[in-house]
C-alpha cells in the first residue's frame, strides 16, 4: 500500500488548507481500509487528530480539532482528505496519513503511513 499526501503549505491563523491522501498498490478494496490523519510538530510526540473505519464506519477526533477538521473518504478515487478550518498557530506539523484493514479510530498502530505534508500556520 502507498500513500501520498499533498495540500500542505504555509497559511495565516484563520485560513484553511485542504489535505489530501492518495493510496495506491491496494491489496483489498479502498472501501475495506480505515484510515486516519496524524500530525507532529517539532519536539512533541505524533498526536492522532482524526480517522474513519471501514466501509463508511464511525468518525473520530481528537478534541483539538473536533469541529474545525472534518475527515471524509472518497472511495471511488482512493483517497482521503481532511479539511482544515480556522487554522491556528498550534496547528502547524507534520501531517500523515496512515491505513489499515483493522478498525483502529485514533491508534497509533495503523500498519501503512506516507511520508508527509507540512503545514505551518503563522
Known amino acids: 500500500v502507498q500513500l501520498v499526501e499533498s495540500g500542505g503549505g504555509s497559511v495565516q491563523a484563520g485560513g484553511s488548507l485542504r489535505l489530501s491522501c492518495a493510496a495506491s498498490?491496494?491489496?483489498?478494496?479502498?472501501?475495506?481500509?480505515?484510515m486516519g490523519w496524524f500530525r507532529q510538530a517539532p519536539g512533541k510526540e505524533r498526536e492522532a487528530i482524526a480517522a474513519?473505519?471501514?466501509?463508511?464506519?464511525?468518525?473520530f477526533y481528537a478534541e483539538s480539532v473536533k469541529g474545525r477538521f472534518p475527515i471524509a473518504k472518497d472511495n471511488a478515487n482512493h483517497t482521503l482528505y481532511l479539511q482544515m478550518n480556522s487554522l491556528k498557530p498550534e496547528d502547524t506539523a507534520t501531517y500523515y496519513c496512515a491505513a489499515d484493514i483493522r478498525p483502529l479510530g485514533l491508534r497509533q498502530t495503523y500498519g501503512y503511513w506516507g511520508k508527509g505534508t507540512q503545514v505551518t500556520v503563522s
Open positions: 498498490r491496494l491489496h483489498y478494496d479502498f472501501d475495506n481500509f480505515s
Open positions: 474513519i473505519d471501514k466501509r463508511n464506519g464511525p468518525t
